[in-house]
Nanobody, 113 residues
Framework: VQLQACGGGLVQPGGSLRLSCAASGIILSINSMGWYRQAPGKQRELVAS??????ANLADSVKGRFVISRNNAFTVSLQMDSLKPEDTAVYYC?????????WGRGTQVTVSS
């Protein structure tokens, strides 16, 4: 089973993007879904996550601008508004199940004028 992410791209500061991630098959016992990002020269960091029960957790740097939603059992989205240049990074989706972690290949988000 693979995670397939889409929705990245180039956007001007203040703009919006929506990332989506879907599993290519069934993953049992998914406990949480989330998005991480990694900017050049920096460590990968958690951006947002949502549990099976719908409880969301967002990094302080994106609160009020990003919204994570679980569309169905195997799809998660990240709505990103009021984007800033410091949001530029490769974004990775992640599913945490009782049997291990699944990672998407990453999608580039570039915020620049």
């Amino acid at each position: 089973v693979q995670l397939q992410a889409c929705g990245g791209g180039l956007v001007q500061p203040g703009g919006s993007l929506r990332l989506s991630c879907a599993a290519s098959g069934i993953i049992l016992s998914i406990n949480s879904m989330g998005w991480y990002r990694q900017a050049p020269g920096k460590q990968r960091e958690l951006v947002a996550s949502i549990t099976r029960s719908g409880s969301a957790n967002l990094a302080d740097s994106v609160k009020g601008r990003f919204v994570i939603s679980r569309n169905n059992a195997f799809t998660v989205s990240l709505q990103m508004d009021s984007l800033k240049p410091e949001d530029t990074a490769v974004y990775y989706c992640n599913f945490k199940s009782s049997y291990g972690d699944y990672w998407g290949r990453g999608t580039q988000v570039t915020v620049s004028s």
